[in-house]
């Protein structure tokens, strides 16, 4: 039988109008404890209100949900911008979340976006949702993975190739003398982009003939303070590194204060690539050389390729299913060097 909304406000032990306040987001006349009960029991029971399942739902809202993990990063205030303006020239409106990179939070913003009859979303996903993401599979429900991949499900993603991003800041450090080049990179877990610029580090050490030394290698945790301890330890270790490759932007900012704390100086002493161009990098002392990421393209195309799954286009120029776009290397001072 048909679950209804007397089903959920059954169990939940609240009234049907308390159930309908959370599905439409009015959530000021409940407590954080009942709203989360509702919320269980929804999905428990697979609960959908008639106007939002799919099959059923006769009106188009126009409008897109993005959910994306970190918006202190100016790296997602680009790609943001680039699915803000695509959006808009399309027709569309775009409700924003940020989800913290915390898997409970990209859950509630997942199903408040279907329960207010978005018609499609773009996620940097957490990677800690694999069911839900499976679910919008399922369901037919227009989605793109922005960014990250989801291994082992076959989603419609847009990235860039990091490899490549981690290729050509490593060979410029070794183009212009550098053999002892340390990496430094969050948690790789599932992550694909932390996962392939260590591949890509690892690719071109060994393509030049240079083994890959595990000590310059650092996996550092993400709370405040713990990258520079780790720059502390490899700069006084018996392997210290003549270059670092930062793999985050507002990693590097750590690093360079790491540096600096142990009466070092860039490049004199150290050399460094960034990952992310900034609007700061050129500013910083010595200007930063980084590998540049098409953020603002990255956005469009996750834009446009949702907007495909929504209309179900069939044009001829209908995207990939996968998008991998190119990174370029911005040479500044803080290498030492110029390419030969």
Known sequence: MKVTISDVAKKAGVSKSTVSRIINGNHEQNTEETIQRVLKVIEELDYK???????????????????????????????????????????????????????????????????????????????????????????GFPFVSINRKIYNLDVHVVTVNNINGANVAIQHLIDIGKKKIAIFLYPPAEISPRLERLEGYKRTLLNNGIEINQSLIQIVGEEKGEVEEAVKQVIHSKHIPDAIFSTNNMMTLEILEGIKNQGLKVPDDIALVGYDETIWAKHLYPPLTTVKQPAYEMGSFAAKKVIQLIEGSKDEVQLPKVVSLEPSLIIRESCGGKRS
Not at 66 to 72: C, G, K, P, T
Not at 89 to 112: A, T, V
């Open 49 to 139: 209100p008639n106007a939002l399942a799919r099959s059923l739902k006769s009106t188009k809202t126009n409008v897109i949900g993005i959910i994306l993990s970190n918006l202190q990063n100016q790296f997602w205030s680009n790609a943001l911008e680039g699915v803000e303006d695509t959006c808009r020239s399309l027709g569309y409106n775009l409700m924003i979340c940020n989800s913290n990179d915390e898997g409970q939070l990209e859950e509630d913003h997942i199903r408040s976006f279907q329960m207010r009859q978005l018609d499609g979303l773009i996620i940097n996903p957490t990677l800690k949702n694999k069911h839900l993401y499976q679910k919008l599979m399922e369901d």
